[in-house]
């Protein structure tokens, strides 16, 4: 068995694509996985498989919620070791003064060239700063999430992937749980 973490874009967010924690658990349950475990209402899901391949998995997960609720659910799976990345590689995590609340990590559906950074068009976002390291991307944020057009929907029209983005407390948990 393989413990894999599906990352849930855009569920229970706004009153749109709406999912009970428990729903979702009995549906991946149903659907064959083992050891069904979520954190908090964002469509964090841990789930043990038999299956190594992390894509497959994605693949299963997004089938079966559209399914069985008849929503489009687009699943970013990650690893470990993605996780790990966030705090080894974040540039940001490490400066001396930095407001972690203001700090999120775009996952992102595919692993991304350095020269990405580029078709972002970062500078038009200014003070916000983003770093990307492969299959992430490190926001800081100068104001808050809430208050910027450099999001979810902005980073995956200009890379063309499917980008979740969580804030760097649940990252922080994320790995936690991994166990």
Same mark, same amino acid.
């Given at each position: 068995?393989?413990?894999?973490?599906?990352?849930?874009?855009?569920?229970?967010?706004?009153?749109?694509?709406?999912?009970?924690?428990?729903?979702?658990?009995?549906?991946?349950?149903?659907?064959?996985?083992?050891?069904?475990?979520?954190?908090?209402?964002?469509?964090?899901? /841990?789930?043990?498989? !038999?299956?190594?391949?992390? &894509?497959?998995?994605?693949? *299963? =997960?997004? +089938?079966?919620?559209?399914?069985?609720?008849?929503?489009?659910?687009?699943?970013?799976?990650?690893?470990?070791?993605?996780?790990?990345?966030?705090?080894?590689?974040?540039?940001?995590?490490?400066?001396?003064?930095?407001?972690?609340?203001?700090?999120?990590?775009? /996952?992102?559906?595919? !692993?991304?060239?350095?020269? &990405?950074?580029?078709?972002? *068009? =970062?500078? +038009?976002?200014?003070?916000?700063?983003?770093?990307?390291?492969?299959?992430?991307?490190?926001?800081?944020?100068?104001?808050?999430?809430?208050?910027?057009?450099?999001?979810?929907?902005?980073?995956?029209?200009?890379?063309?992937?499917?980008?979740?983005?969580?804030?760097?407390?649940?990252?922080?948990?994320?790995?936690?749980?991994?166990?």
């Amino acid at each position: 068995m393989k413990t894999h973490l599906a990352l849930l874009r855009g569920i229970n967010v706004s009153g749109h694509n709406m999912i009970k924690m428990d729903t979702l658990k009995n549906l991946l349950e149903n659907a064959g996985f083992q050891n069904v475990r979520t954190y908090i209402q964002t469509g964090n899901v /841990f789930i043990d498989s !038999e299956e190594d391949q992390a &894509a497959s998995v994605g693949f *299963k =997960i997004k +089938q079966e919620i559209f399914k069985v609720l008849g929503l489009d659910v687009p699943v970013v799976m990650i690893s470990k070791s993605d996780l790990q990345a966030c705090f080894t590689n974040n540039s940001f995590a490490m400066e001396k003064e930095c407001d972690f609340k203001k700090l999120y990590v775009a /996952f992102v559906s595919k !692993e991304l060239q350095g020269s &990405a950074i580029n078709d972002l *068009k =970062i500078s +038009q976002f200014k003070p916000d700063e983003a770093q990307i390291d492969g299959n992430r991307i490190y926001i800081k944020y100068a104001i808050g999430a809430g208050n910027t057009r450099l999001d979810q929907k902005y980073i995956e029209k200009k890379l063309n992937v499917i980008a979740t983005i969580r804030n760097w407390n649940t990252v922080i948990n994320l790995l936690a749980l991994y166990g």
